[in-house]
């Protein structure tokens, strides 16, 4: 059973839904009255999104070891998911006296005391995790999330997501983190710089919609249709790509149905009045 909860745990983040619930079940077969089990179980739940469910797992798999890193953070995922962020600050307090260096812990926390509105705190935490696991790409991500909700820090947010993208320029939690605040501070250029580059590593949906977007606002919309239909090639239900793409068809289609108005309610050109007698005669002459 040792590391099976681990093992679980990878399986849940990487969406490997069908082997998390083969492990899941495999371990509640051979022994229901071990922690990691019900630790399986209740990861695979709660990226089901069966959060209720996934409390019953966390708080049992608790009771059987209440030392057991895994089945604090559980606990902690879930009640934050519930948005018990109390709660969910002492499962994730407790997860990271027993071990300091796990990461998922230092984001629980700030991730609460983030949706708490207690940004202070946050910030506090996002820098200790930066100085206890080092300047990261995933460390400096968690810390630039914090900054960027601050207007006074936001450049200090670009400068830290700029430095991890350096590090791991195919991080795409990193990309759309920093594409978001380019956005969010209307810095178009910038962000389809970033995301031209981006797409030609990671042709995805989300990308290439991120990327019309940004040509949308940048009044480029020919650009912006092209990648929307990219976009929805690779995934004919990304909504938001549809949405947009409909918007930016109506916007050209009404453009031109206004030049061809203004076309055909202009005057008629009298050919004979634009040549008088004398330069016809001239003309002729010549």
């Known amino acids: 059973m040792d590391g099976m909860d681990i093992l679980s745990s990878l399986l849940c ?164 983190q920093l594409a978001q605040i380019y956005m969010q501070e209307r810095r178009y250029e910038k962000g389809i710089e970033l995301l031209k580059e981006q797409v030609e590593i990671h042709s995805s949906s989300r990308l290439h919609y991120m990327l019309a977007d940004f040509f949308t606002k940048n009044n480029e919309h020919e650009k912006a249709l092209e990648h929307f239909s990219a976009a929805l090639s690779l995934n004919n239900e990304n909504s938001s790509a549809i949405e947009g793409l409909q918007k930016v068809e109506q916007l050209l289609d009404s453009r031109g149905s206004s030049y061809n108005m203004e076309v055909e309610d202009s005057p008629d050109t009298d050919i004979d009045a634009e040549f008088d007698d004398s330069e016809l005669e001239t003309t002729l002459s010549d």
Not at 46 to 58: C, G, M, P
Request: proline share 2%.
């Open 13 to 176: 983040n990487e969406k490997e839904m069908a082997e998390a619930e083969k492990l899941a079940t495999h371990l509640m077969s051979v022994n229901d009255r071990s922690a990691e089990p019900w630790i399986a179980v209740g990861n695979y739940i709660l990226s089901s999104k069966t959060v209720n469910r996934a409390i019953f797992y966390a708080k049992r798999a608790c009771m059987l070891k209440p030392h057991n890193v895994e089945a604090l953070l559980l606990k902690g995922n879930v009640l934050y998911q519930l948005r018990q962020f109390q709660d969910a600050i002492g499962a994730y307090r407790e997860a990271l006296r027993l071990s300091p260096y796990r990461f998922e812990a230092h984001q629980g926390l700030v991730n609460c005391y983030k949706d708490l509105h207690r940004t202070r705190e946050a910030v506090t935490l996002a820098s200790n995790a930066c100085k206890h696991l080092g300047q990261v790409p995933r460390t400096l991500l968690l810390y630039a999330s914090v900054l960027a909700t601050v207007a006074i820090s936001v450049d200090k947010a670009i400068t830290i997501l700029e430095k991890a993208l350096k590090l791991d320029s195919t991080n795409l939690d990193i990309v759309c």
